[in-house]
């Protein structure tokens, strides 16, 4: 189902074909180029163009006429927004009937596009030969670039060199990570925080607690609805664009908690519980567990100011009603800390029903798991997909003990191995192919830092060391691409530092959200100074004093009740058992 703006418009009228390979076949028989629209559901000027230029007689009949139109939203197709985003959305790309790049344009008014796409007309008809030639060896010249790339031993410089990355974009006055437009870098923040854990280093603390500070206090935080933005045109989180992702929202849920776990802060605390409180009501689906995708606010347009007349239009507020698989796992995960951390047993109970019906609902009979569900599940076998359920079941089972959630996970990983392995390194971003720039998986630096994180701890909680093989295999192959993420590097930066630690498990007995168990956590997390700490969680209703027990290949030590007694001295005493 195609959707359109919300304000009155006539893009609909455009003969739009979904992404697959009809559109090319018929584009090949007719002898016809492409334009591929890619647009977000929350895009302000994706609605603006599908108000004006798509809605201009001109375009629809030149569209029409001369080209095979594609119309694809980012969230429902994410691996075609991978190969085909320009910088945001909308972006309009040309392409030949092969499914070659011809040029690609971001927003554009009415007249300035009949112009460009009667340019293109008269371009394929006078000498389409040259052009279709230009086109294929262009895409040739990319993926030979790509290939000449050499990789780099993976070893601890990288991890530092990634936090040193992330030290000079630390914005110390506004917080957050750039001096331009603030996006909310959750993994940023993650990462900061496993490296206060290993090293003690309170600036990595401080950043963080700064960041969510400054966040909350701002614009970016609707303070009258709930949730967080997206990003801010400013540096000063003061020029928010209105839409709140659910995505979003589970990676900051996470972060709060956990910064409040640190920081013993109530401040941090409350932002939790109300990010908890905005997707339990906002992004809720009554009829189902699962949340929605995300809500956007769009300005009304009034026939007249007398319609309004105390000031601008008002906003309405859209939702996209669609469960998307790898948000859902998010929020599920971040849910299970809000239980064990805050003591909120409906947290647990709603995390448990999500995963529940992710298995039974987004599962594709090939193992991997579907995209998204509109009433019924569509696009299998994306590589993150599947990399955030097996995450979330992994949580699933350090939190709540049940082997279900292990086997779950495993079955999970035999699939990514199965259907993603590259053979030159990493995972592939899709195992089912399709027509044009999507005849080639490909490996993408952010994806395989998810997927060797989910690796890591798969051999961490299944005690098979041979994951961490296949987690080494997802980073090797990435020369230093990782200098051209900037912030969004962090992911690979942690799971690195992940793999290259030897776990220590810390098994905390209690009751969830009790004082004497975020304690031993935060001793755990902190004082030890090893840093690749994986917490185990076995609830208990008793009024006993909450215990640990340490652990670090065969050995161990505990119980203990004793925070001050998680040192690294113990770890000392832990190599001597």
């Not at 030149?62 to 429902?76: D, H, M, T, W, Y």
Request: proline share 6%; charged share 20%; with cysteine.
């Amino acid at each position: 189902m195609f959707r359109f703006s919300p304000h009155p418009n006539r893009a609909h009228l455009v003969n739009w074909r979904p992404w697959g390979a009809e559109a090319f076949q018929e584009a090949q028989q007719q002898d016809k180029p492409l334009v591929l629209w890619l647009t977000a559901f929350w895009c302000g000027y994706c609605q603006r163009m599908d108000d004006t230029t798509l809605s201009n007689d001109e375009v629809i009949a030149l569209l029409n006429a001369f080209f095979v139109p594609i119309r694809v939203e980012e969230s429902q197709r994410p691996d075609v927004d991978l190969r085909y985003n320009q910088n945001g959305w909308p972006t309009i790309a040309f392409l030949t009937p092969a499914g070659d790049d011809i040029l690609r344009v971001n927003y554009l008014a009415p007249e300035p596009f009949i112009s460009l796409v009667v340019r293109l007309v008269d371009a394929y008809q006078r000498d389409k030969t040259t052009l279709l030639e230009t086109a294929a060896r262009n895409c040739i010249e990319a993926q030979q670039r790509k290939a000449d790339a050499a990789p780099v031993p993976l070893g601890a410089p990288i991890v530092a060199e990634i936090a040193g990355m992330l030290e000079g974009l630390a914005d110390h006055v506004h917080g957050g990570y750039g001096t331009q437009a603030k996006f909310l870098h959750t993994e940023a923040n993650d990462f900061l925080l496993y490296l206060f854990g290993a090293s003690g280093d309170r600036t990595y603390l401080d950043h963080v607690a700064c960041t969510m500070e400054k966040m909350r206090e701002s614009r970016t935080f609707d303070h009258k609805d709930g949730g967080f933005f997206r990003y801010s045109s400013r540096p000063d989180w003061r020029e928010p664009h209105p839409e709140k992702l659910l995505d979003d929202q589970a990676g900051l849920l996470r972060n709060y908690l956990y910064t409040y776990l640190l920081t013993e802060r109530d401040a941090y605390k409350e932002t939790a519980q109300g990010l908890i409180d905005y997707l339990d009501t906002t992004l809720t689906d009554p009829a189902q567990p699962c949340f929605w995708g995300c809500q956007d606010y769009v300005r009304l347009e009034l026939p007249s100011p007398a319609s309004h007349p105390s000031g601008p239009p008002p906003f309405l507020s859209l939702l996209d009603q669609y469960v998307y698989c790898d948000a859902n796992a998010r929020a599920a995960s971040s849910y299970l800390d809000s239980w064990w951390l805050l003591g909120r047993d409906d947290c647990r109970v709603r995390a448990e029903q999500i995963l529940h019906r992710l298995w039974d609902t987004l599962r594709a009979p090939t193992g991997a798991m579907y995209r998204y569900w509109d009433g019924a599940p569509h696009v299998p076998g994306l590589l993150m997909d599947t990399t955030m359920t097996g995450l979330a079941m992994l949580d699933a089972y350090a939190l709540l003990r049940q082997p279900l959630y292990l086997e779950r996970a495993i079955q999970l990983g035999t699939a990514i191995v199965q259907r993603h392995r590259s053979p030159t390194g990493g995972f592939s971003d899709i195992s089912e192919t399709g027509p044009a720039s999507l005849q080639v998986p490909i490996t993408v630096l952010t994806q395989n830092a998810r997927v060797a994180t989910f690796f890591v701890r798969l051999a961490d909680l299944s005690g098979h060391t041979d994951y961490r093989k296949l987690a080494f295999w997802a980073l090797r192959s990435f020369p230093n691409a990782h200098r051209q993420y900037e912030a969004f590097a962090a992911g690979f930066g942690h799971a690195l530092a992940q793999l290259l630690t030897l776990p220590l498990y810390i098994a905390i007995t209690g009751s969830r959200g009790a004082t004497d168990v975020l304690v031993l956590a935060r001793s755990g997390l902190t004082h030890l100074r090893h840093g690749h700490v994986v917490l185990l969680f076995h609830a208990r209703q008793d009024s006993q004093l909450a215990s640990a027990t340490v652990q670090m290949g065969e050995k161990q030590v505990g119980p203990t009740s004793d925070p001050a007694a998680l040192t690294p001295e113990l770890l000392l005493t832990l190599s001597q058992v």
